[in-house]
């Protein structure tokens, strides 16, 4: 299956200005996007799509990498996903599936990529995405609602006391890594109908959307030898 990596990356950022272009020990998250793309097995070319030049200036010096500059009708804050996932494929030829790599996901690792990809190949499915367990103490399983005379009942269900270990897993789409096939594109929708779960650790799930994501993406880092 021949597969394109696609890091979509717009220049402005409501909740972090200049988000894509900040830094984790000397690399922006564009350019460590970038470099965990080139290091996958599976990709059979890589495109960094953004509106602004020096996003786009981030994929100088790395081979492989085809930059290409958005139209402004798909550089706003509403433009979306699909629109540009059809876009960049428009220019970047002849693809079997697309694997769209998020910039504010700097822990990703290759094989998260590949993984992913891999999943979608071995199922038949249209489309798979990277997801984490959701931690025992947000699990739903585990919950209480709080009625007017302050008292606790089951969200879901009647768990007891049960430990958290025991609860059924749940997952959550983690934002890193987004798969489809040309096919599912080609269907009018980013994600098909069957779509699998590739699971990701929590240690390489951050998002970063806000200051404090940053600064904890970059204590982690730092934590690395």
Avoid: W
Wanted: net charge negative; charged share 25%.
């Amino acid at each position: 299956m021949r597969v394109l990596g696609l890091i979509p990356v717009r220049g402005g950022s409501q909740r972090l200005p200049g988000k894509n272009l900040a830094q984790i020990r000397g690399r922006s998250l564009t350019r460590i996007a970038l470099e965990t793309a080139l290091a996958c097995r599976r990709l059979d070319g890589v495109v960094l799509s953004s509106d602004d030049p020096a996003i786009l200036a981030e994929a100088d010096g790395l081979a492989g990498v085809m930059a290409l500059r958005r139209p402004p009708e798909l550089s706003t804050a509403a433009a979306l996903a699909y629109d540009v996932v059809v876009h960049v494929l428009r220019e970047a030829g002849e693809y079997e599936a697309v694997a769209l790599i998020q910039a504010t996901s700097p822990f990703t690792a290759p094989e998260d990529i590949d993984g992913t990809i891999e999943l979608v190949e071995r199922t038949g499915a249209g489309s798979a995405v990277s997801v984490m367990q959701v931690p025992s103490e947000i699990n739903p399983y585990a919950m209480k609602r709080l009625d007017a005379e302050a008292r606790l009942a089951p969200l879901i269900g009647d768990h007891g006391e049960r430990p958290a270990r025991d609860l059924p897993p749940l997952y959550v789409r983690n934002g890193s890594v987004y798969v489809s096939r040309a096919a599912t594109i080609e269907d009018g929708t980013l994600l098909s109908g069957d779509v699998r779960g590739y699971v990701m650790p929590r240690e390489r799930s951050l998002d970063v959307n806000e200051a404090q994501d940053l600064a904890f993406a970059r204590f982690l880092a730092d934590q690395k030898p």
